[in-house]
């Protein structure tokens, strides 16, 4: 099976522009968690979602948004971008074990804001 | 809420020296609990993980750990380091609850001198 990918791997944008970034998960998987990772905050969750709906919703302002797809691609969004929104953000295709999911990352997306 | 701690945010080994990192986390019902590994430019791969099996979990790469719940600990280990072992590892925690957040220590990077 492909892996997660996340396009672009590669972004630069500026101050109060937006960006939208997308995740398609491994196939068959029907949800995916999106993170942020900055070297001073670590890994913090954004959000999950599960067959189109958020299931689940970290602390992040409105500016920070997604949504998920019925063939379960998903795209989060941050609109009126700030310095400090530059990050690794990463995405998750999570599949059911039992109790849990156990969750395969993509590469992520490098996000820099000027 | 669940935490976990990831003392000290580097460790150095020589090759062929054990590998220690530790993790420590707070709950008061014993959680699923996770190590990753995270190369540079690359997303995060899972280690090994406990999920109220065996105490002792052995992973990839040769790592293992043990979940110790009168020490809230969950130890990563490895007999001797590798210099491909070089990376950034992070420890994990996830409630045992149906559509619970995975919450991640700070991490910890891993040096290995030749």
């Known amino acids: 099976k492909a892996g997660v990918t996340q396009t672009p791997r590669y972004l630069i944008k500026t101050r109060g522009q937006q960006v939208t970034l997308s995740c398609s998960p491994i196939s068959g998987h029907r949800s995916v968690s999106w993170y942020q990772q900055t070297p001073g905050q670590g890994l913090q969750f954004l959000f999950e979602y599960f067959s189109e709906t958020q299931r689940n919703k970290g602390n992040f302002p409105g500016r920070f948004s997604g949504r998920q797809f019925s063939n379960s691609r998903s795209e989060m969004n941050v609109s009126t971008l700030e310095l400090g929104d530059s990050a690794l953000y990463l995405c998750a295709s999570n599949e059911r074990r039992g109790p849990y999911n156990e969750q395969f990352f993509g590469p992520g997306t490098r996000l820099t804001v000027l | ?114």
């Not at chain 2, 986390?25 to 014993?30: F, G, I, L, N, Q």
């Open chain 2, 1 to 114: 809420a669940q935490s976990v701690t990831q003392l000290g945010s580097h460790v150095s080994v020589s090759e062929g020296a054990l590998v220690l990192l530790r993790c420590n986390y707070s709950s008061s019902v014993p959680p699923y609990l996770f190590w990753y590994v995270q190369y540079p430019n690359q997303g995060l791969q899972l280690l090994l993980k406990y999920t109220s099996a065996a105490t002792l979990v052995k992973g990839i790469n040769g790592f293992e750990a043990e979940f110790k719940k009168s020490e809230t600990s969950f130890h990563l280990t490895k007999p001797s380091a590798h210099m491909s072992d070089a990376a950034e590892y992070f420890c994990a925690v996830r409630p045992t609850g149906a559509n619970s957040k995975l919450t991640f220590g700070k991490g910890i990077t891993l040096s290995v001198r030749p």
